[in-house]
């Protein structure tokens, strides 16, 4: 049996008429074609989080910790306002703090000059409060608007997809160590993975 790890991607905008959706599209086209991988998207202009920390007796964050639960990695694709990260994606991120413990996450970036980086900075300080493992690399478009075609695609198509895999192939070392980690009861049970 081959196995496989269940990722969650992170939008992290909620705002109207964003970018987010072309870059994560695009991620998200990349990642299903890998058949190490099983996809769980959460995307908090969709879901019903309160404006304000309740614990998790509101329904739109329990639902949140059940996806997080379950995911084996994270990829958060964050967009740069003000150097920063959204207000909606620190609300996603402190509606839990099991779900996310001990398991890796990479990002994919975008913004103007600096390509989303000093959000990325900022949330690896925030992901290590919570045992995250930040990848390394990061995938980040400079200048976003001018990165993609009409399409929705990158200019610079196999550079970019190049790129996203390479971090994905960290990501899923990660993945299986961690978990293997955190369950090391079963690790007997556990196939080898290959990682091209």
């Not at 939008?11 to 695009?26: K, L, M, N, Q």
């Not at 309740?54 to 150097?83: C, I, K, M, R, W």
């Amino acid at each position: 049996m081959k196995e496989t790890f269940n990722l969650a991607l992170i939008y992290g905008s909620a705002r109207e008429d964003r970018f987010c959706d072309t870059v994560a599209d695009w991620a998200i086209k990349i990642l299903k074609t890998d058949p190490d991988l099983s996809v769980d998207i959460i995307d908090p202009a969709k879901l019903d989080l309160p404006s304000r920390h309740v614990g998790n007796t509101h329904p739109g964050v329990a639902e949140l910790q059940s996806v997080l639960a379950e995911a084996d990695a994270f990829l958060v694709v964050t967009p740069e306002y003000n150097h920063s990260f959204t207000g909606e994606l620190k609300l996603l991120i402190d509606a839990a703090k099991p779900e996310w413990c001990r398991k890796p996450l990479a990002f994919v970036s975008y913004g103007g000059m600096s390509g989303g980086l000093r959000a990325v900075e900022q949330l690896r300080l925030v992901f290590a409060e919570l045992h995250v493992v930040t990848m390394r690399d990061v995938v980040s478009f400079a200048n976003v608007w001018d990165q993609f075609d009409p399409n929705g695609y990158p200019i610079d198509k196999a550079g970019s997809e190049a790129a996203l895999k390479h971090m994905v192939n960290d990501l899923k070392w990660w993945a299986r160590t961690l978990r293997e980690g955190r369950y090391p009861q079963a690790r007997a049970e556990m196939p080898e993975v290959t990682i091209s």
